[in-house]
C-alpha cells in the first residue's frame, strides 16, 4: 500500500494472476532460492519458476516517495520473511518520524 501510495494509486505488482503476480515480483526482487530461503522449496504451494536477478530500482519504481520511503519499502519487500522487516520496526522507522516529527520524542 505504501508504493501504491507514492504511485497515486497504481498497483506495484499489477499482475493478472497468482502466477502472473508471482513472476513480476520476482523480476523486481529476484526468485527466491534454497540460498537465498533455505527451505523455500518445501513449502507446500511451492512452484519453480525461472530465476530471475533482483533489478529493481526503488527510485525508479516510486520516484515521489522520499529516501527514507524508498528504505522502509525496500526493507518489506523482502521474499523471505526471515530477512523482512517486522511490523514493529517498520513502525518505528524514520519515515515516519518525517512525515510526523511529534514521534521522535
Not at 28 to 35: A, Q, R
Not at 48 to 56: A, E, V
Amino acid at each position: 500500500a505504501l508504493a501504491e501510495l507514492a504511485n497515486a494509486g497504481r498497483p506495484l505488482f499489477p499482475g493478472n494472476d497468482v502466477n502472473d503476480q508471482l513472476k513480476r515480483i520476482f523480476k523486481s526482487l529476484g526468485t527466491p532460492t534454497e540460498d537465498t530461503w533455505p527451505g523455500v522449496a518445501q513449502l507446500p504451494d511451492y512452484k519453480q519458476f525461472p530465476i530471475y536477478q533482483p533489478t529493481m530500482s526503488f527510485s525508479q519504481v516510486v520516484p515521489k516517495l522520499s529516501a527514507k520511503g524508498r528504505d522502509l519499502l525496500q526493507r518489506l519487500l523482502v521474499c523471505n520473511p526471515a530477512h523482512r522487516m517486522s511490523a514493529e520496526d517498520g513502525m518505528a522507522h524514520p519515515y515516519f518520524y518525517d512525515l510526523n516529527p511529534a514521534l521522535r520524542t
